[in-house]
């Protein structure tokens, strides 16, 4: 098992930079999860680490090792492809030895190998099979399987679960999450789903545009971003942002969005201070907006009036599409609220969660 | 009862499109499924005849030439295969057909292996001439081929004809498996690459065999010029015992104007044809299986 480190990495290809001064740490056992929207340049950053494409500038480290010019099959990785990239003439035992037999281990052992990976994924009984008589969560199985039997130092999973129907995923994430478990060893993991980075992850690096923009453990990239597009990128429903300008009135700090004004917490408002007058942007995850008959106890509330456009009932929540002024938003609040459609209401900010990000570095203030 | 008018009106308007729709695709189709059809017809006819005649004694023939023969005079394959020599040629076709047909293919495959997958200079170039090899017609090169292949001692030799074949056959047979190995998903070699493959087990492992369905459609049309290429052999060939089928075939049918043996001919039209009729049943399956497919999704 090994760490893995990316040392000012870049990567270009012609005149696009695909990667940009890339620095990451992942520790040995970690569960990593890189994401961020398609064409960020994370698949690339997995890629580079992998030896599928070649480094630009910078450095890949595993385990101490500068890896820039080792070929793949002497890094010690194995890989899980989108496609899942079966080999269509092989069987399934075949396709997991394959690795195996190309380092020539002994048969016993292959054999020993193979058979406790399909035990692992419960793929016992098709290892006579084909890849095309397989379904598609099958195949995935396959694909994890012929990585796991190499028992490599770093496991690369490039968005393995996209192919699968909603319902497949939700538990093949599950079972992934067991597997790194079980197995101790490192997993880089891509994807675009925020869902997905949330639920594995043990810790996260958001990438936009080639470069990192924050990377941390779920529970902090959601609390505290970084920046907007982190912000906005990690929750769903996505946080709300409104421009808005600090204003001081006498020792109180308030949030100014043109159409409402809200009072900023005490806590808060000294950390804001300095940039009274300045143009911000002020966030808030519909999470904590609330119907203010059932909030959550102790949240510092403030009201804010705004004409529901659209409701959307999902069983356990309700999403609520608000209009303020200018400003369109949207509230998840208890199921018990009697809020309609077309309702003019009063809604409360647990303003204890607020962000609030420079307009001009989009950088979260703090 | 004006809402059930217009939905009656709404119906038959419909089906007046459908209608029209289905004339405008007969009308797009007929002609080629009627010339299809007539070619189809000719061509099973002329097997046909042709068999059915070959059995037939020369008299019969002449006698009743659009009956099925009645006895079968299996003395004409006899003949044909011994006395007018088919045997050797038989024998002569399948060695020099086969042997070209083995080497094309192990010295194509690689080339349109690397000029589909690999990015270097001149790659476009290279696959460009290789096109523009498919286009030159071989009778032109007949004169200096055959300063060159006698200066090697190696014209008027089987090896020498099926040197010739092979370089004739490459052009072709690296276009059609450039398209091929091109339509292999790339993330199988990357997949091999980290399962630990160095580039020509990559080639040699994977790739090749899920280019099957390509080499046996480049063997299949291969097959069939070569075993009825006729002028290449006639240039160059001049030992009688030399000779492949289609230069036998034509020495028969020089033979009949003297001897009258249209049955003999028959025959032996018959055995040119049998070997590219059974591989193309064979082989035409796995031709069309596609084999990649449920490799990636």
Known sequence: MASVTYEHVTKRFGDVVAVNDLNIQVADKEFLVL?????????????????????????????DKVVNDVAPKDRDIAMVFQSYA????????????FGLKLRKYNKDEIKRRVEQAANILGIE?????????????????????????REPKVFLLDEPLSNLDAKLRVQTRAELTKLHQRLQATFIYVTHDQVEAMTMAT??????????????????????PNNLFVAGFIGSPAMNFFDAHLRKDGNNLFVDTGTFSIKVPDEQAKIYMPHVNKAVIFGIRPEDIHDPKYEAPGIIAELVEGKIEVTELMGNEIFLYLKSGEHNYVARVDPRTSFKMGDDVQVSFNMGNMHIFDKETEQAIR | ?????????????????????????WARLTPSYFILGIWSLFTAFTILWVTASSFKSNRQLFKETWKIPTELHFENYVKAWTTVKMGTYFINSTIVVLSALVIVLFISAPVAYILSRVKFKGNNLILTLFIAGIGIPVQLLYIPLFVIMTDLGINNTMFGLGLLYV?????????????????????????????????????????????????????????????????IALVFINNPDLRTLPL??????????????????????????????LLYVILSEKMIAGITMGSVK
């Open chain 1, 35 to 63: 994401v961020g929207p398609s064409g960020c340049g994370k698949t690339t950053a997995l890629r580079l680490l992998a030896g599928l494409e070649d480094i630009t500038d910078g450095k890949i480290l595993i385990e």
């Open chain 1, 125 to 149: 009984s098709l290892l006579d099979r084909k890849p095309k008589q397989l379904s598609g969560g099958q195949r995935q199985r396959v694909a994890v399987g012929r990585a796991i039997v």
């Open chain 2, 167 to 231: 370089v004739v056959s490459i052009p072709f047979t690296v276009f059609i498996l450039t398209g091929f190995f091109g339509s292999i998903p790339k993330e199988l070699e990357e997949a091999g690459v980290i399962d630990g493959c160095s580039d020509f087990q990559v080639y040699w492992k994977i790739m090749f065999p899920l280019a099957t369905p390509g080499l046996i459609t480049a063997a299949i049309f291969n097959f069939i010029w070569l075993w009825n290429e006729y002028q």
């Open chain 2, 248 to 277: 036998g075939l034509y020495a028969l049918s020089n033979a009949m104007q003297y001897t009258g043996d249209w049955v003999g001919l028959m025959a032996g039209v018959v055995i040119i044809m049998v070997p590219t009729i």
């Open chain 1, 86 to 97: 079966l080999y269509p003439h092989m069987s399934v035992y075949d396709n997991m030895a």
């Open chain 1, 203 to 224: 810790r996260i690096a958001v990438v936009n545009q080639g470069v990192l923009q924050q990377i941390d453990t779920p529970q902090m990239l959601y609390d505290k």
């Open chain 2, 1 to 25: 009862m004006d809402i059930d008018q217009d939905y009656t009106k709404n119906i038959q308007i419909s089906k007046k499109t459908l209608l029209i729709d289905k004339l405008k695709k």
